[in-house]
C-alpha cells in the first residue's frame, strides 16, 4: 500500500467530501480516503499496482474539484 496526500480546492461541505470519497474509492484499487475539509486535504491509501496517484488526481478531478498539489 501507498499513501498520497493531495491538497484540492472546492470541497465546502460534508456532501462534497462523500463525493470525493465515492469518486476515489468507486474504480477500485483505493483501501482508505481520509477527508480534512479545514485543511482542503485528501488523503488516500491506495494499492500502486491497481492504480497510480495520476489516476487518483485524474478521479478528484473528474468529480469536479481543483487538485492543486
Ligand atoms: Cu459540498
Redesign the pocket.
Known amino acids: 500500500m501507498r499513501t498520497s496526500t493531495f491538497h484540492v480546492e472546492g470541497?465546502?461541505?460534508e456532501?462534497?467530501a462523500s463525493a470525493i470519497r465515492r469518486a476515489i474509492t468507486a474504480p477500485g484499487g483505493v483501501e482508505r480516503v481520509d477527508v480534512d475539509l479545514d485543511a482542503k486535504r485528501v488523503t488516500v491509501v491506495y494499492d500502486p499496482g491497481k492504480v497510480s496517484e495520476e489516476e487518483i488526481r485524474e478521479r478528484i478531478e473528474d468529480a469536479g474539484y481543483d487538485v492543486v498539489g
Do not use: F, I
Open positions: 470541497m465546502t461541505c456532501g462534497c
